[in-house]
């Protein structure tokens, strides 16, 4: 009765009418309830309509279909929402920009815009808890040397430089967590479904030539930066995942983490393939170029290479200057490079720096005193030290190991003046790349005993 009602109605008045359709195809998903072709026939019903509507209420309309599809997922937020859940309500997203009997008709862009802003701000938690996820997924990589921050002019990085020696940083919580988790969701998954919907002519049976609307949405400079930030969260939530193995809700974490690595994004990032449980082995022995690239590891010699030009560069950050040799002039791109040093190139222009500038180094000092550019800068020259001793310890000189030793006994000599800031960010940091050094000096010289 509602969908003969919808066809004799006006425009304005079959868009209050379109609603309660929506709902029920998205309540209610293909084969759930209804037969597929009344379930098929409430759908387009509803999409004829929109295509009706004149552009004054197009907007209302698209308005409060966001709404409408966010009230459905968002009825539980004590759990990680289902992806299969999720994809039957937004399934029905791509058919409010296309007519039933012309699906060939290029897409409204601006209108799939007006939507996704819609849907994005409905979803979106009333006190956002993404910065400070961001603030505890960025102050793991500063504090394990996988990213080299030593400038305030981000705000969250300020935060944490802010907060280097504090001991009572607030961490993640589990209702944060699971508002962020599910709100990517949400996002992530639209935006498959929207950028993998494909088109066909009426005519044209052959599936193989359909066009998805994935070039066509991508081209528009809002729904790629939608992209970009959900590429961004996913980071985030991949940065906690290897971050907080201990935490005590980490199951749930790891839930978020695999619905958004296996179900939600795979399909835009090759590279992103569900756990291996939930592959076949044809999918794994045939992954793409893209998968493989994603594996490869640069060698040693790259490896030392880029660890030199971080060390040269915080060490320039924290003194004002950079050490003096072939080396800093690279890093400014005013004298080439050698892509393989000899052993001593490594440590030594560091040696003769702290020789020259002993305050340089945190040798015998309370971390609590020092600054965060000074603790980045000796975080940064401890990860060279170690990747020098792991690769060729055996071929470095005499005064490179009297250093390494120095290096060694006086961190832990500071670690231990620095006690009441256990738990803090900076002493963490020394104390993980300290940890890194010691084991790979450790296992060179069992290695030169044995040989």
């Not at 029920?24 to 098929?40: C, K």
Request: net charge negative.
């Amino acid at each position: 009765m509602l969908c003969a009602r919808l066809a004799t109605a006006q425009p304005r008045r079959a868009a209050r009418l379109a609603l309660p359709l929506l709902r029920l195809n998205a309540r209610l998903p293909l084969g759930g309830g209804l037969s597929s072709g009344t379930w098929r026939e409430v759908r387009s019903s509803w999409q004829d309509c929109v295509a009706a509507l004149a552009p004054r209420d197009l907007a209302p309309f698209l308005h409060g279909a966001a709404q409408a599809l966010c009230d459905l997922l968002y009825t539980s937020s004590s759990r990680v929402l289902d992806t299969t859940e999720i994809e039957n309500v937004l399934c029905l997203c791509p058919y409010l920009f296309e007519r039933c009997d012309e699906a060939d008709e290029p897409v409204d862009v601006a209108a799939v815009v007006q939507f996704t802003r819609a849907l994005f701000r409905a979803a979106a938690p009333p006190a956002g808890p993404r910065p400070r996820l961001q603030y505890c997924a960025l102050r793991y990589l500063a504090i394990t040397a996988q990213l080299n921050c030593i400038f305030d002019d981000d705000e969250i990085m300020a935060a944490i430089i802010k907060d280097a020696h504090a001991t009572d940083v607030k961490d993640i919580c589990k209702e944060d967590f699971l508002s962020y988790a599910n709100e990517i969701l949400l996002r992530a998954i639209y935006l498959r479904i929207m950028f993998s919907h494909k088109v066909s002519s009426p005519d044209d049976d052959d599936a193989s030539t359909d066009r998805s609307w994935c070039d066509v949405l991508l081209a528009d400079d809002h729904l790629l930066g939608e992209f970009c930030e959900v590429m961004y969260d996913y980071a985030v939530v991949e940065t906690l995942h290897e971050a907080y193995a201990f935490w005590p809700h980490y199951e749930l974490l790891r839930r978020g983490w695999e619905a958004l690595r296996g179900r939600a994004l795979h399909r835009l990032v090759p590279g992103l393939q569900p756990p291996a449980l939930d592959c076949a082995a044809q999918d794994l022995m045939s992954g793409n170029g893209f998968f493989h690239s994603l594996q490869m590891q640069a060698d040693a010699g790259e490896a030392l290479r880029v660890r030199r030009l971080v060390a040269l560069r915080s060490w320039a950050a924290a003194t004002g200057a950079a050490p003096m040799d072939p080396a800093s002039a690279a890093a400014t791109g005013t004298a080439p490079m050698d892509p393989a040093p000899a052993a001593d190139q490594d440590l030594d222009v560091f040696v003769a720096a702290y020789y020259a500038q002993p305050s340089s180094m945190l040798f015998d000092r309370n971390i609590s005193e020092c600054s965060w550019a000074d603790v980045a800068n000796n975080a940064a020259v401890l990860e060279l030290m170690a990747a020098a001793v792991e690769a060729r310890g055996w071929q470095a000189s005499a005064a490179a190991w009297d250093f390494v030793n120095i290096a060694l006994c006086s961190l832990l000599g500071s670690a231990r003046r620095s006690l009441a800031g256990w738990g803090s960010a900076a002493l963490a940091a020394l104390l993980m790349i300290s940890t890194e050094f010691c084991d790979n000096v450790l296992f060179s010289r069992s290695v030169g005993s044995d040989g």
